[in-house]
């Protein structure tokens, strides 16, 4: 049970309006609530989601990772692979905060992540949860994905 008040304020016209959400930490329910906040407020655009002569629309927290191959941007859930009509640039603009940068050609979903493994190169491997996929991290982005993971523990 949540024992947060829930309080609305009226503001003139010429005030900025804003959500303020006072906590002790930043704890899982916070960032939930943040979470959930940002996705009511979000007017990015749908993303659909093609394969063959298909649309599919979905709920973007079932992907694991936008990948490049060629001109061509593909997302991957744990058993599925979809074509998408944005570059990385563009999906790194209305993708949810849980998705980040990890290469030049790849996006992962950070809460999908089960493990990282050091590879004989500089990168980390990227395995998730309930599938055989995989992906690469490499050295310019692995500090950024460590820090968020880290995070996510709290």
Not at 112 to 133: D, M
Request: charge should be neutral.
């Amino acid at each position: 049970m949540c024992s947060m008040r829930f309080r609305i304020e009226f503001v003139p016209k010429d005030v900025e309006e804003e959500i303020v959400i006072r906590c002790h930490s930043l704890d899982e329910n916070v960032k939930k609530q943040c979470e959930t906040i940002e996705a009511l407020l979000d007017n990015s655009p749908v993303i659909v989601y093609h394969k063959e002569e298909q649309e599919f629309y979905f709920p973007s927290e079932r992907i694991l990772f936008f990948e490049t191959d060629g001109n061509a941007v593909h997302a991957h859930t744990a058993d599925d692979v979809f074509r998408v009509n944005y570059r990385l640039y563009q999906l790194e603009t209305i993708l949810p905060t849980a998705f980040l940068r990890v290469s030049k050609s790849a996006i992962v979903n950070t809460s999908q992540i089960f493990s990282l493994s050091k590879t004989l190169g500089v990168s980390l491997e990227i395995q998730f949860f309930n599938t055989h996929k995989q992906i690469y991290a490499s050295k310019l982005y692995i500090k950024e994905l460590k820090q968020v993971l880290s995070q996510r523990r709290r």
